[in-house]
């Protein structure tokens, strides 16, 4: 699958809307979506913006969503988007967890520390991991499991001493 493959440009375009996407209810694992991903030739980021969009408009007015119907249209039929704003994938409705997490790291930790310990947040697989300075790695549902203090334990370079 291309939108796999990530040296495409088609795999940029895709992870960028990819957890706003998600956060409506868009199963990527489902082979009509990754049909209508694959056979989109054109106007890829025209059509997630617009699916999105949608999606919103959707919510707002109280109307039922058919997250995947609602992608393969946009794919299938190139939709425009009406009104995009950058801004819609910054609401808190379509942050992932890891970005969720990262916002958190810097109110507990601050950002230095954030900063300093945190490598990157990434998603594999459909799984978020938080890599960190030390060279560990952690899933960013264990992080939230483990609590702040046994995470930042964790994460340092050298082990904090209680």
Not at 36 to 56: P, T, V
Request: aromatic share 16%.
């Amino acid at each position: 699958m291309w939108f796999w493959e990530k040296e495409s440009i088609e795999y940029e375009v895709f992870n960028k809307y990819e957890p706003a996407l998600g956060t409506i209810g868009v199963n990527f694992a489902d082979a009509e979506v990754q049909d209508a991903l694959e056979s989109c030739s054109y106007d890829l980021e025209d059509a997630l913006r617009s699916a999105i969009e949608y999606a919103l408009w959707l919510r707002e007015h109280e109307k039922e969503v058919f997250p995947n119907a609602l992608l393969i249209r946009a794919l299938h039929d190139n939709w425009k988007p009406k009104a995009w704003r950058d801004e819609y994938l910054e609401l808190p409705m379509f942050s992932s967890p890891g970005q969720q997490w990262w916002k958190a790291a810097a109110s507990i930790w601050g950002c230095d520390v954030r900063n300093e310990l945190v490598i990157d947040v990434f998603s594999d697989e459909g799984r978020e991991f938080i890599k960190f300075s030390n060279g560990k790695e952690i899933l960013v549902k264990t992080a939230w499991l483990w609590g702040w203090e046994r995470l930042l334990e964790y994460a340092s370079p050298i082990p904090v001493s209680r």
